[in-house]
């Protein structure tokens, strides 16, 4: 295979379009800097609290529709082993997003926090709140080598070009605009990214259904032809349906880049509203990677110039999309495929590389240099993108496995965090021990539950569990369990610990993370007195 010229080209000019809108919102960003009243890190971090109704839209959904996102319902709905029950990842997110606007858009937004650890350090203080947020972190930089794998994997197919090379020049441009204009670089481009990416889809999709090698998409769905049909099944997979449904709807309550574009709104009601409209932005997006994979599923690979095998017997399922682009359309029309992954790419990993860096400088190095000036601290926000995009990008290297990503990200944020977000904002008896108990057992369970993929033994057997090809395979729920088993920790503790302290059982000298003082005003009245709110659920003990 060669080189693609026309191909490499109309990247070269996407990725020049990216970068100019970057750099004109930084300059945009830098004059609107020297005009606000507000602290500068709100400016960077959350584009000054003026983030429209259409541009929070555009930013919601251009975060969650990332390369993973595309190239992963294609897999999925292809896979013969899925089907399309189990690639439901845009209703999911659909989902969440209205959950969002109904429940945690108007409480976080009102309060004027500037990360969804915020309520965690009203309440818990600033030192166990910055053990926590080590957490998010983590998992938004985990998240960024499996949207740069999916560009690169496609870009290689497509292009012919190294996979290396892709990926480090990708995260480049993200680094440097995403460093230059914060939050409003990011928005502008996602504007831009976002409609590259449904134009090249949507463009792609008539060729694809025209191409005319293919079996018929409704008979296909329901009957074995090529191979199983692409609706799936779930068989004895319930459990683990049930799992990856809940993690990608109440899980991604969890993540910083959700809360980052609510609390970024111009208000509470705009907020809500934009969670609204990216439920169905999100949905228009995943069609068309369905209908592409319904299609491949549908085709008699040996009268394509592919061939036979099918990528399936290849071991290429993952890349199923850019290889039906490449081979069912024309060179300029793949090309344009390529480009929305890209674009859909690098509008996820910059949300990644801002997101993670919020939550390190206002709850991790706030917390070590309470008295950071504010130029400061706009440095420490612009090396932590850096640092945050190279140690993503570097990760790379380790595992070429989307999957194993997508797994240790949602361990983090769905059985660790979740749980504690929903108890630090709704029930009101939480406190400081039972977040470290809920943290414990979330952790502690998912081990002994075990996972395959990183040669995790299962020494904690739920009902289901089966013996395969010498491995113990879990089907029930186990990350649900164990957010449930978390969430019920975390009220038991606080629980036990209230009244333990509360009423005198055990001296106060021992309360070491104040229960007692729990709620009241701190006495310099700084930061954490801005951010008080009432919990949804007024639970006592």
């Known amino acids: 295979m060669t080189l693609n010229v026309p191909g490499l080209i109309m990247m070269v000019a996407f990725y020049l379009l990216v970068f100019g809108i970057g750099i004109w919102a930084s300059v945009k960003f830098k004059k609107l800097e020297r005009n606000v009243h507000s602290s500068r890190i709100e400016a960077s971090l959350l584009a000054n609290r003026g983030i429209s109704l259409v541009l929070g839209a555009f930013t919601m959904t251009a975060t969650w529709v990332g390369g993973t996102f595309i190239i992963g319902v294609a897999e999925s709905v292809y896979d013969p082993t899925q089907g399309l029950v189990w690639a439901l990842v845009p209703l999911q997110v659909s989902i969440s997003f209205i959950i969002g606007g109904l429940f945690f858009a108007k409480p976080m937004r009102e309060n004027n926090y500037i990360s969804m650890m915020d309520p965690f350090q009203r309440k818990y203080g600033k030192t166990l709140t910055a053990a926590l947020a080590v957490v998010p972190v983590m998992a938004e930089i985990i998240w960024i080598p499996g949207l740069l794998i999916t560009l690169g994997a496609t870009m290689h197919v497509i292009l012919d070009l190294p996979f290396d090379v892709c990926i480090w020049i990708s995260a480049a441009v993200v680094i440097v605009y995403t460093v230059l ?37 409704t008979k296909t769905a329901f009957n074995h032809t090529h191979q199983a049909p692409w609706l799936g099944t779930l068989e004895s997979d319930i459990g683990r349906w049930i799992d990856n449904f809940l993690v990608m709807t109440v899980g991604n309550m969890a993540v910083q880049d959700f809360h980052q574009r609510t609390l970024s709104s111009s208000s509470a009601s705009t907020a809500r509203i934009i969670c609204f409209i990216a439920a169905g932005g999100v949905i228009v997006a995943g069609l068309p990677s369905a209908l592409i994979a319904a299609v491949a599923a549908s085709t008699d690979w040996n009268s394509t110039s592919y061939g036979s095998p099918s990528p399936y017997e290849r071991g290429e399922a993952a890349m199923v999309l850019p290889v039906i682009l490449q081979h069912f359309t024309p060179t300029y029309i793949a090309a344009f495929g390529v480009g929305a992954v890209a674009a859909a790419m690098m509008s996820s990993a910059d949300s990644f590389l801002l997101s993670a860096t919020t939550i390190f ?19 420490v926000i612009r090396l932590s993108i850096v640092v945050a995009g190279v140690v993503g990008t570097s990760l790379t290297s380790l595992d070429n496995s989307i999957l194993a990503f997508w797994i240790l990200r949602s361990d983090l944020t769905y059985t660790i965090i979740f749980p504690q977000l929903i108890c630090v904002l709704f029930i009101k008896i939480s406190n400081g021990y039972g977040v470290i108990a809920g943290y414990l057992v979330a952790v502690v369970m998912r081990l002994l539950c075990g996972e395959p993929l990183f040669n995790l033994p299962v020494l904690l057997q739920f009902p289901g569990c089966t013996l395969e090809d010498g491995v113990y395979v879990q089907r029930s729920p186990v990350k649900t369990i164990c957010m449930l088993a978390a969430l019920v920790s ?10 333990l302290f509360n009423k005198g059982i055990l001296p106060e000298r021992w309360d070491v993370l104040k229960v007692k003082s729990q709620g009241k005003p701190s006495a310099d009245g700084t930061r954490e007195d801005r951010f008080v709110s009432a919990p949804m659920l007024d639970t006592t003990c």
């Open 181 to 217: 204009g914060g939050l409003y670089s990011v928005a502008y481009t996602d504007v831009v990214q976002l409609s590259l990416t449904l134009l090249s889809l949507w463009l792609c999709v008539p060729f694809v259904l025209t191409s005319g090698v293919y079996t018929d998409i």
């Open 361 to 379: 400088t206002t709850n991790i190095y706030q917390t070590i240099r309470s008295q950071a000036s504010d130029k400061e601290l706009q440095w």
């Open 490 to 499: 975390i009220v038991v503790f606080s629980c036990v610990s209230s009244v």
